[in-house]
């Protein structure tokens, strides 16, 4: 049971803008701990999308960013492309758990 | 270029243990800790934990303490991920990523992943 809580699904046209959600407490994001973004495509390992909140490692578009406010983080994906769909992760750090890092529950993204 | 790949896939019983190995490459080794995530089929990502291949430092996720070991092996750059009384809910995909140092930059690179069924 994940602590970080996502929508199950979001959807939009190519070349829409379409955000997820990923929502924490006070022990996770609101504390401050660092939210990074995965994306997995069918059948592949997940790819960091977006670090330190809203970093983007080399190679990842522009299309793609991060933001975080008090409990809460998103990830933006704008000018939906077809190889955006996938499945995206959120994940953070949690200082009332033994053991620290967590994943979000997990989006599906359709291109429709 | 920097990667890690993983053990083949595994099928066991219940009750038996398994053991993933992840090699390292392209980076020194001793910078960066491991982490282990586990993805049954069809669900989400789970954190199993992290292992420090600098000074073996290590956090078990609390669903898996008493149940998991993660080491490394600095001669080899090879991390090792060994799970016991195996059960047919731990048939899942276990991924080794590179993750710190620190918690600012994630888990980076991944390996590709090893399947592990369990079953009778």
């Known amino acids: 049971q994940s602590v970080l809580t996502q929508p199950p699904s979001v959807s939009g046209a190519p070349g829409q803008r379409v955000t997820i959600s990923c929502t924490g407490s006070?022990?996770?994001?609101?504390?401050?701990?660092?939210v990074h973004w995965y994306q997995q495509l069918p059948g592949a390992a997940p790819k960091l999308l977006i670090y330190?909140?809203?970093n983007r490692p080399s190679g990842v578009p522009d299309r793609f960013s991060g933001s975080k406010s008090g409990t809460s983080a998103s990830l933006a994906i704008s000018g939906l492309q077809a190889e955006d769909d996938a499945d995206y992760y959120c994940?953070?750090?949690?200082?009332?758990?033994?053991?620290?890092?967590?994943f979000g529950t997990g989006t599906k993204v359709t291109v429709l | 270029q920097v990667q890690l790949v993983q053990s083949g896939v595994e099928v066991k019983k219940p009750g038996a243990s398994v053991k993933v190995s992840c090699k390292a490459s392209?980076?020194?080794?001793?910078?960066?800790?491991i982490s282990w995530v586990r993805q049954a089929p069809g669900q989400g990502l789970e954190w199993m934990g992290w292992?420090?291949?600098?000074?073996?430092?290590?956090e078990y996720a609390q669903n898996f303490q008493g149940r998991v070991t993660m080491t490394t092996d600095t001669s080899t750059s090879t991390a090792y991920m060994e799970l016991r009384r195996l059960r047919s809910d731990d048939t899942a995909v276990y991924y080794c990523?590179?993750?710190?140092?620190?918690?600012?930059?994630?888990?980076?690179?991944w390996g590709q992943g090893t399947t592990v069924t369990v079953s009778s």
């Open positions: 990523a590179r993750d710190g140092p620190g918690t600012y930059y994630g888990m980076d690179v």
């Open positions: 392209g980076y020194t080794f001793i910078t960066y800790g």
């Open positions: 292992v420090s291949a600098y000074d073996g430092n290590i």
């Open positions: 006070s022990s996770n994001i609101g504390a401050g701990f660092d």
């Open positions: 330190g909140d809203n």
């Open positions: 994940q953070s750090y949690d200082s009332s758990l033994s053991g620290s890092h967590v």
